[in-house]
């Protein structure tokens, strides 16, 4: 069998709906799924026909209504073939993930070769021991003073006796959640949270409590009735760009969530991932009430994610030793080779330099999208880089996400953040994947020019 002659047939119709409506559907989750790809050679329309037992002529529109929807082309003489999308923006039809929310590239062509540079020194400085072998697990006094003076900027609260260097946010979320407890406890989050956080939660058996926000954060009312009418051990929050809504809470919200933090006692986990990025938020969460606060300064969205390093501030000195313990149990230690790098990174202040290009690129990319998604309604922040669309109505998420991965696009919705049942649809798109400012202008025009289109299942008439 050729590449392209592949002998695709749907493995599931959707009876409720006409069969030819339910072969295109098929057709483009299978695109989506990767089942087929551009240049795949469809059956013949008889040989299908027979196949699912009904008429050819079923077929002749199923495939007609790919052609219509840019799914299909026929070629005279050869067939039905999937349609292959070039463009110039992406020649190679490579997938630009925007599912994953990593920071756009600086453009900064002269401070990534600085860095570049400065990450092979640091491993050619290294001692033998730390390069081949177990060292400092969570850092030396010397290293944790160094960080805990850089974090000092934006969380007062950080000193070398509360801190450890972690192996990234969610190595750090894995151990602490632990801590607090594991299996049977429950945590109070936002009603949409970071995945990563809801996979360690499921992971470890951790029962989850969504709560309403508005457009400042947390309501909390709900915080209070949550805490009220069960036990809850822990809130896990994202205030400040919160992913995906990318709301940040005001300092009056903030103040208000801490105090019945306090009241009852249940102990704060503040993701910053975005702070260091974000020009003017208020300060963490985790200062309004330090002695409950477990603070996380991840570098994945600040300087680099590839680096897997992130800094937990505990509460105080003891439950640092406590969480060091847990952190051996779940990964032992944060590598020394990138614990090197990020500590040179903060200390010749590329990793500030590095947070400052980050945030001109993302800004470059937020202005593009307000250019060009004008018409559509999304929250965003200047500052960040990511957005959070909400689909018209004639546009069901699921549909939405299938219809782009046809151009190759990824995009997450939802679900993917929901804690329970969500009846808000919408959809994140991450600015940093594409690989350019041009290819970013590619996707988003993309994107709203499939916006505008309605989706034709639901205005069929069967
Ligand atoms: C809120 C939040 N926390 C943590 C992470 C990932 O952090 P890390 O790469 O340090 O594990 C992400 C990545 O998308 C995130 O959005």
Redo the contacts with the bound molecule.
């Keep these: 069998m050729s590449q392209q002659d592949v002998h695709w047939y749907p493995h599931h119709l959707d009876s409720q709906k006409a069969v030819y409506l339910a072969i295109v559907e098929a057709i483009e989750q299978d695109l989506a799924r990767g089942v087929l790809k551009g240049g795949d050679k469809l059956p013949a329309q008889r040989q299908l026909a027979a196949r699912l037992g009904i008429d050819f002529t079923t077929v002749t529109r199923a495939y007609q209504e790919g052609k219509k929807r840019g799914l299909l082309v026929a070629r005279m003489g050869q067939g039905t073939f999937v349609r292959a999308l070039q463009s110039q923006e992406n020649p190679g039809d490579q997938l630009i993930d925007m599912g994953m929310?990593i920071p756009p590239l600086p453009q900064d062509k002269r401070l990534i070769e600085r860095m570049q540079r400065d990450m092979a020194q640091v491993v050619l400085r290294l001692p033998e021991q730390s390069l081949f072998g177990y060292k400092d697990f969570f850092g030396t006094f010397e290293d944790r003073t160094l960080v805990a003076h850089w974090v000092a900027k934006r969380y007062r609260s950080a000193q070398a006796d509360n801190l450890l260097i972690c192996p990234?946010?969610?190595g750090t979320l894995l151990a602490l959640l632990g801590h607090l407890g594991g299996k049977g406890i429950s945590i109070c989050c936002e009603e949409f949270t970071?995945p990563?956080f809801k996979a360690v939660a499921e992971n470890l058996g951790i029962k989850l409590v969504g709560l309403a926000m508005d457009h400042d954060g947390i309501l909390p009312s709900a915080f209070e009735d949550a805490c009220r009418s069960q036990k809850v051990r822990a809130l896990y929050c994202?205030p400040t760009q919160h992913?995906p809504t990318t709301t940040t809470w005001s300092v009056e919200r903030r103040h208000a969530i801490a105090e019945i933090a306090k009241r009852y006692d249940v102990v704060l986990i503040e993701?910053d991932?975005y702070g260091f990025i974000s020009d003017n938020a208020p300060e963490p969460l985790c200062s309004f009430a330090p002695e409950l606060g477990y603070y996380i300064a991840?570098?994945?969205?600040s300087v680099a994610?590839g680096l897997?390093v992130?800094f937990l501030i505990c509460p105080d000195r003891h439950f640092q030793q406590q969480l060091s313990q847990h952190l051996r149990a779940t990964s032992l230690m944060v590598s020394p080779l990138t614990k090197a790098m990020a500590l040179d990174l903060i200390q010749s202040g590329c990793a500030d330099l590095l947070s400052a290009a980050i945030s001109k690129a993302a800004r470059e990319r937020q202005a593009l999208a307000y250019e060009i998604l004008k018409d559509h309604s999304f929250r965003a922040d200047p500052n960040g880089f990511h957005i959070w669309l909400s689909l018209p109505p004639y546009w069901p998420e699921e549909s939405f996400i299938n219809r782009m991965r046809r151009h190759n696009i990824r995009l997450v919705g939802s679900d993917a953040f929901a804690v329970g049942k969500s009846f808000v649809t919408g959809v994140r798109l991450c600015l940093g994947a594409p690989n350019s400012v041009e290819q970013t202008r590619y996707v988003l025009n993309l994107i709203a020019q499939q916006l505008k289109k309605p989706d034709d299942y639901q205005n069929a008439i069967v």
């Design positions: 929310n990234g946010t969610q970071y990563g994202t992913n993701d991932a991840g570098l994945a969205k994610s897997r992130a």
